[in-house]
């Protein structure tokens, strides 16, 4: 097995799931991407990077599950899975042959806002990667039987989550989190309302959400601006932009009443995640909260990794996070303890929480959160899939491809009063649901 | 965790052995024993800085397992020139990121950060392979922080715990049989005197790789490497691994009950490693199984017939001792373990008697070579390559490493196949779920 044990490297389906793209993201001078917009709709972003042979391209379409209809959880989810799954051209198994004789791939998905089809491959074939892209993208015929076969992987994998705390945990805060938002509801719906989806109901959705006046396709690697312009045109240039305007949503605002929930499995360690709602990216807010998030449960420096891992060896991992996304935010702080420590966990990181609001942070964490979350950024960079996923997001929340340059200038300018601030809105203990997975009595 | 990822990773992993671009590696052995990799990368203004230390739970003692992963984590604990704490700030403090593994062979640090602050990250990766404090209270302090993590890990982790179950009824008297984490009854009794004796013997110059990619001038960065770990004195060479497993004679099982919502099947069959010239087919093997969906156990058990949510398998073609070649299934609700493990089993029994497809070969081939040229994007992935590489025997095998599976043929799978893939050398795991 590829077994390995880690100080601190876990992977956190928690922060996975509620973090954002861009978490936070730092500078660069020099412009991100070239970007431009096709006749119909479509943003093409692309970055040369001429040094490995290699092309990575994002599509990302406006078909997330936050146009789920309320009684359909789960429906772009379904969509996303199965748009590899057979094309006017292709079955699904050939899809998935001639993508991976190559050693490429070809992955389609949808998150909370959007659905993101990703390739991987080699530059000598980017060619094939890009009709396999098209493909899926433009004559995805979701045949009956792979809709079957999918609605019953996803029920098996939605039951199989059930035994990891960190899924459970996430899946109730974020009901608690967003009460009648559309990210209150888990992306991969429910078994029962997974149940209910039949092949109309995705031909449908895909057919409404999907348009290239919602699209935006970021090509990074080893290929030119002329000529990533020339092949995505010459293949999703005829997608045809609708007369009527983009799907759009104004989800509710609906105010969070903070809840405790207890979900109760036989563990030998309890799993607890606070969480309240915050501010998204393009609100002033953001950047103070990213640094005082930091500070708090950011790294293994911050204050409850010192306090509850370090000093008191309570917990393997203890985190907070900024999760923003197109239509709300949250913030959220998690720890894994043994069970009879629960309650002193608990008080510790309400401690800190309210500490923050109180006192404001030295001179030096300060300085440590903003050169880490400034100094980092290259690493956010590092090869060709994260560009791809760092422009496209970038560009689909609105932030501009100066957002780079402006994050580092917005980060440098926070000042402990802003973080204190930001603590005061958003840090009060009393303003945030708890979830507690465990063998809790 | 979905299976396609997790497989994918796998043949990333492995390939990542052997990249190209060896030529303008910058290779020394210093006086005192330490090995240095240099490659200069000047795509972003980065550098991955690594050191390996070969030690891992296969250097471990019964009663004393999970020492090699104890002592990772104690070495954040500091030094008496860089107190507790002050590594991890003065990484994150130049936006850089620090972590560390232990397995079974070896135990890794590596620092990614911005290029002008490698000379810090050799200052300090110096001083903690000879320094560390060890402080008995800070020993204590991090036990319970281990002991949390094999809750994780493995206590609340149906597929963590069945791996461990699996595994040490598989070995008899190699270590691999031991969780690299540790026993729970030995991580709480080791001592602070066993854990210094642990460091002083294995974290040695003559003992470890350090290995840097990344924009820096490499004889700059030699110079500046000598004049801190050329400090560090030799030492006595580690004892090797003795212990052999012997062959084994009989299908060994376990079966757990644990709260869970699936089943999970595990099957692993002791197979050879790099040494031997089996491995490359097994490698190649491996990838026609799992690698992907058009593989055989996804189209099959996880696509065709719907019998599994996830199947796989996973070979450790770089592993220091022979190993196991693992396969597993989660089966679907409504199918039962033992038909997974059938299953399993025709598979293995079909590659000893049916040739493999033209097509499946030449898949399997592309897929590791095209892993190959990924990882290429990313100075980390090029440094953990290199290292990969000089622990089986010099970072210069990347060519022949992929000749070698070039050279694979349908019949010497078939070969593989019946020579390792024997029904009593395989030890079988069945975890059931128990009602909530």
Same mark, same amino acid.
């Given at each position: 097995?590829?077994?390995?044990?880690?100080?601190?490297?876990?992977?956190?389906?928690?922060?996975?799931?509620?973090?954002?793209?861009?978490?936070?993201?730092?500078?660069?001078?020099?412009?991100?991407?070239? #970007?431009?917009?096709?006749?119909?709709?479509?943003?093409?972003?692309?970055?040369? &990077?001429?040094?490995?042979?290699?092309?990575?391209?994002?599509? /990302?379409?406006?078909?997330?599950?936050?146009?789920?209809?309320?009684?359909?959880?789960?429906?772009?989810?379904?969509?996303?899975?199965?748009?590899?799954?057979?094309?006017?051209?292709?079955?699904?198994?050939?899809?998935?042959?001639?993508?991976?004789?190559?050693?490429?791939?070809?992955?389609?998905?949808?998150?909370?806002?959007?659905?993101?089809?990703?390739?991987?491959?080699?530059?000598?074939?980017?060619?094939?990667?890009?009709?396999?892209?098209?493909?899926?993208?433009?004559?995805?015929?979701?045949?009956?039987?792979?809709?079957?076969?999918?609605?019953?992987?996803?029920?098996?994998?939605?039951?199989?989550?059930?035994?990891?705390?960190?899924?459970?945990?996430?899946?109730?805060?974020?009901?608690?989190?967003?009460?009648?938002?559309?990210?209150?509801?888990?992306?991969?719906?429910?078994?029962?309302?997974?149940?209910?989806?039949?092949?109309?109901?995705?031909?449908?959705?895909?057919?409404?959400?999907?348009?290239?006046?919602?699209?935006?396709?970021?090509?990074?690697?080893?290929?030119?601006?002329?000529?990533?312009?020339?092949?995505?045109?010459?293949?999703?240039?005829?997608?045809?932009?609708?007369?009527?305007?983009?799907?759009?949503?104004?989800?509710?605002?609906?105010?969070?009443?903070?809840?405790?929930?207890?979900?109760?499995?036989?563990?030998?360690?309890?799993? /607890?995640?606070?969480?309240?709602?915050?501010? &998204?990216?393009?609100?002033?807010?953001?950047?103070?909260?990213?640094?005082?998030?930091?500070?708090?449960?950011?790294?293994?420096?911050?204050?409850?990794?010192?306090?509850? #891992?370090?000093?008191?060896?309570?917990?393997?991992?203890?985190?907070?996070?900024?999760?923003?996304?197109?239509?709300?935010?949250?913030?959220?702080?998690?720890?894994?303890?043994?069970?009879?420590?629960?309650?002193?966990?608990?008080?510790?990181?309400?401690?800190?929480?309210?500490?923050?609001?109180?006192?404001?942070?030295?001179?030096?964490?300060?300085?440590?959160?903003?050169?880490?979350?400034?100094?980092?950024?290259?690493?956010?960079?590092?090869?060709?899939?994260?560009?791809?996923?760092?422009?496209?997001?970038?560009?689909?929340?609105?932030?501009?491809?100066?957002?780079?340059?402006?994050?580092?200038?917005?980060?440098?300018?926070?000042?402990?009063?802003?973080?204190?601030?930001?603590?005061?809105?958003?840090?009060?203990?009393?303003?945030?649901?708890?979830?507690?997975?465990?063998?809790?009595? | 965790?979905?299976?396609?990822?997790?497989?994918?990773?796998?043949?990333?992993?492995?390939?990542?052995?052997?990249?190209?671009?060896?030529?303008r590696v910058v290779a020394s052995?210093l006086?005192?024993?330490? #090995?240095v990799l240099l490659l200069e990368?000047?795509?972003?203004?980065?550098?991955?800085?690594?050191?390996?230390?070969?030690?891992?739970?296969?250097?471990?003692?019964?009663?004393?397992?999970?020492?090699?992963?104890?002592?990772?984590?104690?070495?954040?604990?500091?030094?008496?020139? *860089?107190?507790?704490?002050?590594?991890?700030? /003065?990484?994150?403090?130049?936006?850089?990121?620090?972590?560390?593994?232990?397995?079974?062979?070896?135990?890794?640090?590596?620092?990614?950060?911005?290029?002008?602050?490698i000379d810090?990250?050799i200052?300090?990766?110096?001083? &903690?392979?000879?320094?560390?404090?060890?402080?008995?209270?800070?020993?204590?302090?991090?036990?319970?922080?281990?002991?949390?993590?094999?809750?994780?890990?493995?206590?609340?982790?149906?597929?963590?715990?069945?791996?461990?179950?699996?595994?040490?009824?598989?070995?008899?008297?190699?270590?691999?049989?031991?969780?690299?984490?540790?026993?729970?009854?030995?991580?709480?009794?080791?001592?602070?005197?066993?854990?210094?004796?642990?460091?002083?013997?294995?974290?040695?110059?003559?003992?470890?790789?350090?290995?840097a990619?990344?924009d820096f001038r490499a004889p700059a960065v030699l110079e500046k490497i000598q004049k801190?770990?050329g400090?560090?004195?030799?030492?006595?060479?580690?004892?090797?691994?003795?212990?052999?497993?012997?062959?084994?004679?009989?299908?060994?099982?376990?079966?757990?009950?644990?709260?869970?919502?699936?089943?999970?099947?595990?099957?692993?069959?002791?197979?050879?490693?790099?040494?031997?010239?089996?491995?490359?087919?097994?490698?190649?093997?491996?990838?026609?199984?799992?690698?992907?969906?058009?593989?055989?156990?996804? &189209?099959?058990?996880?696509?065709?017939?719907?019998?599994?949510?996830?199947?796989?398998?996973?070979?450790?073609?770089?592993? /220091?001792?022979?190993?196991?070649?693992?396969?597993?299934?989660?089966?679907?609700?409504?199918?039962?373990?033992?038909?997974?493990?059938?299953?399993?089993?025709?598979?293995?029994?079909?590659?000893?008697?049916?040739?493999?497809?033209?097509?499946?070969?030449?898949?399997?081939?592309?897929?590791?070579?095209?892993?190959?040229?990924?990882?290429?994007?990313?100075? *980390?992935?090029?440094?953990?390559?290199?290292?990969?590489?000089?622990?089986?025997?010099?970072?210069?095998?990347?060519?022949?490493?992929?000749?070698?599976?070039?050279?694979?043929?349908?019949?010497?799978?078939?070969?593989?196949?019946?020579?390792?893939?024997?029904?009593?050398?395989?030890?079988?795991?069945?975890?059931?779920?128990?009602?909530?």
């Amino acid at each position: 097995m590829n077994a390995r044990a880690g100080r601190t490297r876990i992977a956190l389906a928690a922060v996975v799931a509620l973090a954002g793209v861009l978490g936070s993201g730092p500078a660069v001078a020099a412009p991100l991407a070239h #970007r431009e917009v096709l006749p119909n709709g479509i943003v093409l972003l692309v970055a040369e &990077r001429p040094a490995v042979p290699i092309v990575a391209v994002r599509l /990302l379409t406006r078909a997330g599950a936050v146009f789920d209809p309320e009684d359909r959880a789960g429906l772009a989810n379904l969509t996303g899975a199965l748009l590899t799954r057979g094309t006017a051209k292709r079955t699904g198994p050939e899809i998935d042959s001639a993508i991976e004789f190559v050693g490429g791939s070809l992955e389609a998905a949808a998150g909370r806002d959007n659905l993101t089809v990703a390739l991987s491959v080699q530059k000598k074939d980017f060619s094939l990667g890009l009709d396999l892209l098209s493909e899926v993208v433009l004559s995805p015929t979701f045949p009956a039987a792979e809709v079957t076969r999918k609605v019953a992987e996803i029920q098996a994998a939605i039951q199989r989550s059930n035994e990891d705390p960190g899924t459970l945990a996430t899946r109730a805060l974020s009901r608690l989190v967003y009460p009648s938002h559309p990210y209150g509801r888990p992306v991969e719906g429910t078994r029962e309302s997974v149940a209910r989806l039949t092949r109309d109901d995705v031909v449908k959705f895909y057919a409404r959400q999907a348009r290239p006046d919602a699209t935006v396709v970021a090509v990074v690697g080893a290929v030119t601006v002329d000529e990533a312009r020339r092949e995505i045109t010459a293949r999703l240039g005829s997608w045809a932009r609708p007369s009527d305007p983009p799907p759009s949503i104004t989800p509710p605002t609906v105010a969070m009443t903070p809840h405790e929930e207890t979900i109760k499995r036989e563990l030998t360690q309890s799993t /607890l995640m606070f969480g309240r709602r915050a501010v &998204r990216q393009p609100e002033p807010d953001y950047f103070p909260l990213s640094v005082a998030s930091y500070v708090l449960g950011g790294g293994s420096t911050s204050r409850l990794y010192t306090r509850v #891992r370090e000093e008191s060896g309570l917990a393997y991992a203890v985190y907070s996070w900024v999760s923003p996304a197109r239509y709300g935010a949250a913030f959220a702080v998690s720890a894994q303890t043994r069970t009879a420590e629960v309650p002193k966990v608990v008080v510790m990181i309400r401690e800190e929480l309210t500490r923050m609001t109180r006192e404001p942070v030295s001179e030096r964490e300060l300085a440590l959160a903003k050169q880490y979350l400034i100094g980092s950024f290259p690493f956010r960079l590092d090869t060709s899939s994260k560009v791809a996923d760092f422009v496209a997001a970038i560009e689909d929340q609105g932030l501009g491809l100066d957002y780079a340059d402006r994050y580092k200038e917005r980060i440098g300018r926070v000042t402990v009063r802003d973080v204190q601030d930001v603590a005061t809105k958003y840090f009060p203990p009393a303003s945030f649901s708890l979830v507690t997975v465990g063998e809790i009595k | 965790v979905r299976i396609v990822v997790a497989l994918l990773s796998i043949v990333l992993l492995l390939a990542a052995s052997a990249a190209p671009a060896a030529d303008r590696v910058v290779a020394s052995t210093l006086d005192n024993g330490l #090995r240095v990799l240099l490659l200069e990368d000047h795509r972003s203004p980065i550098v991955s800085f690594q050191v390996w230390y070969r030690v891992g739970s296969r250097d471990e003692h019964r009663g004393a397992t999970g020492i090699a992963h104890f002592l990772e984590h104690l070495m954040f604990k500091g030094t008496p020139a *860089h107190g507790p704490k002050q590594f991890a700030r /003065l990484v994150e403090e130049n936006g850089g990121q620090d972590n560390a593994f232990t397995s079974q062979d070896v135990t890794s640090y590596f620092v990614d950060i911005a290029a002008p602050k490698i000379d810090l990250v050799i200052e300090l990766e110096a001083d &903690r392979m000879q320094n560390l404090l060890l402080d008995p209270k800070e020993i204590n302090a991090e036990r319970e922080v281990v002991i949390e993590e094999r809750r994780t890990r493995t206590e609340d982790d149906p597929s963590g715990f069945l791996g461990e179950e699996v595994g040490s009824i598989a070995f008899r008297a190699h270590p691999y049989g031991s969780p690299i984490i540790g026993w729970m009854e030995d991580i709480k009794r080791i001592t602070p005197a066993e854990i210094r004796a642990f460091y002083k013997t294995y974290y040695v110059p003559n003992n470890a790789i350090v290995v840097a990619v990344g924009d820096f001038r490499a004889p700059a960065v030699l110079e500046k490497i000598q004049k801190t770990f050329g400090r560090i004195p030799r030492a006595q060479t580690p004892p090797p691994v003795l212990a052999v497993e012997p062959t084994q004679n009989g299908e060994r099982r376990v079966l757990v009950k644990k709260e869970a919502e699936l089943p999970v099947v595990y099957m692993a069959w002791h197979v050879p490693n790099h040494q031997s010239n089996d491995a490359p087919a097994l490698e190649v093997l491996s990838t026609i199984l799992s690698g992907g969906r058009a593989s055989r156990l996804y &189209r099959d058990l996880v696509y065709q017939r719907q019998l599994a949510l996830e199947a796989g398998g996973d070979y450790s073609y770089f592993a /220091l001792d022979p190993n196991l070649f693992w396969f597993w299934a989660t089966p679907m609700p409504g199918q039962t373990p033992e038909t997974l493990e059938a299953e399993l089993a025709k598979h293995m029994e079909r590659l000893k008697t049916e040739p493999v497809t033209d097509e499946e070969l030449a898949r399997a081939k592309n897929q590791i070579e095209s892993a190959f040229v990924f990882q290429e994007d990313s100075v *980390h992935r090029r440094a953990a390559l290199l290292a990969r590489l000089e622990l089986i025997g010099g970072y210069a095998q990347k060519d022949s490493f992929m000749t070698k599976i070039r050279a694979v043929t349908a019949a010497d799978l078939t070969r593989v196949a019946g020579a390792w893939f024997a029904p009593e050398r395989r030890s079988v795991g069945v975890l059931l779920p128990k009602p909530r």
